[in-house]
Structures are given as C-alpha cells and as structure tokens.
C-alpha cells in the first residue's frame, strides 16, 4: 500500500501567530528611550481633538463676551476710552432711555408676526414638496433659491423695489387699476413693518421649509398607511400624526425663527433706518445707536446689550422647555 501524506492546512490565527514572530504582521508599539511603549491616553486624545474649536469659542466668543461685560460697568466712550467703573450707571440709564420701550414694544410685535407668518408658510410648502411628485426637485429649487441670498443683499434689492423712484411695482398696479397713486411702502409705520415681514418671509421660507422637510421625511410611511386603513381622513391625519410627530422639528424652527427676530437689524437698518419717526427701531438698532449714531458711548450699549442677552437666554430656556415633548 502506498503512504499517504496528509497535509494539515494552518488557520487564519496560526498564519498571523507566525506572522507576528518573524515580525513581518503586527506592528510594534513606538516605544521612547526607556523602551517602554508611548500610548496617549484616551481622554488626552478627546482634549486634543477638541482643543482647535475650544480655542476658537474662547477667542471669539467667550472674550467678547467678557469685553462687554466690562464695558458694561465702565464710563467707556467711543472716542475716550475706558474711564473707570460707574456701575450700576449704565444699566440705569439703559433703562430710562426714551426710544427703549417702544423699541421693545415693536420688536416684540415683529417677532410673533413674523414667526407665525414665516413658520406657516414654511410648513405648507414643506406639504407641498413632500406630496408633490412630478414637480418637486424645481419646487425645492425655486424656494430654495432666496435663502442663498444674503440678508443684507435682499434688504437693498428689496429697498429698489419699495423706490418710489425705481420701483416696478407702482407702474404694474396702476397699469392694472389696482391704485391710482403710488403705493408708499416705507412710508407708514404699518406698511414698513408689513413690507420687511414680507422680505424676511421671502428669504427664509426655504431655509425653515428644508428644516420642516427633514422632519417629515423622519416619519415612517407605514404610520400614515395604518391610520388611513382605520379610516382617518387628511385633516385627523395632519392633526394627530403629522404635527405631534412633527413637534422637534417645529420646536427647532421656531427657537432659531424667534431669536433671529428678536436680533434684527440689517433689514430695518437698510429698509427704513428705524422711521419713519422713529417707529422701527429694534433692540439691536437701538444698541448700535447707542454705540455709534446717537451718543457715543459703548458702555451704555454694553449694558442694554447685556440686558438683551440676559432676555434671550431665559426666552430660550422657556421656549425649551415649552416645546419639548413628553418623551423627552
């Protein structure tokens, strides 16, 4: 008979065993002059990872931050300079202004016309892209195509549009004998408040519809399929599916629709310049009034800035805790 060699096929462990001792698989640990290996520990790899963008928060706005706060309980003028301490003046003064409540009086009324106009406007047509099927990619493109614009640069072609001299609004209404005179757009307080509502709804109704749409597209087909087979209609469907499950998202929208709102300036700063008579101006206006237009004196804005940061952060911490959901 003859003999049979059997040959004995090594494992995937037995080939990288060898491997590793002829020192041609793993490699070995980088080792310092002690020979012992140098292994960054893994909370010092976190710091280090997060090291660029902490230095970047403190630099640019933790300092600021700090700066005025300073300049807040400082005699601290344009062109002087820092002066010393005459805290609490400046928070006192602030608050006396002449131009501070009816500044917050109307921007107050800017931000909850604007945030429910804007955050309807962006649901429906967030509805409309998500069910259209045919037209949807140049619906998304056509709406979205503002928010590429900036603020400042809508602001001034807006403001050619409202022209009375350069404007082609006027001559198109009368042609279709819809005015007999020319409209003023910025001349009243109401309709230079209406028109930049209409310029902020214009700019960002794509931006929150794309938030909006991120939302919807998170809820499941199989919930809507299910609630259509017990025999709810659009409206119950709308109602007790898609805005319950839908909340995060409208939470979302209306935090960053409300503090933007709050914060406006470009677009009355450029529009009206806060007339007329003084009718339009924001808290941010105010400040930079303050600042640099009216009195010349940063502490003075420092101070109402504080106090408009200290606002926002309890608005902020209200609204989070409103709009959350019982899950959370």
Known sequence: MANTTHTTIPTV????????GRGGGARR????????ARRVPRSLQGWLYAAPTAVMVLIFFVVPILLVVQMSVSDWSLFAGNRGLNAPDNFVDASQHRLLWPAVTFTLKYTVITTLILLGVALGLALVVQESTRWKNGLRTAILVPS??????????FYALYSPQSSPINPALAALGVVDRPVSFLGTPDSALWSTVFLIVWRFAGFYMLLL???????????YEA??????????????????????????????????????????????????????VTIVQLVYNMAFAGQNHLGLAAALSVMVLVALLALNALQFRGLRGRED
């Open 29 to 36: 640990p980088v080792t310092g002059p002690s020979g012992r």
């Open 148 to 157: 590429a614009l900036g603020l400042a640069s809508a602001s001034l072609l």
């Open 227 to 280: 609630a259509r087979i017990d025999g709810a209609n659009r409206r119950q469907i709308f109602a007790r599916i898609t805005l319950p499950l839908l909340r995060p998202s409208i939470a979302l929208c209306t935090i960053l629709c409300v503090t933007g709102s709050l914060l406006a300036f470009d677009q009355f700063f450029i529009l009206t310049k806060g007339g007329p008579d003084n009718s339009t």
């Open 13 to 20: 462990p037995e080939v990288a065993r060898r491997r590793a």
């Open 213 to 223: 749409m991120v939302g919807l597209q998170g809820i499941s087909g199989d919930v």
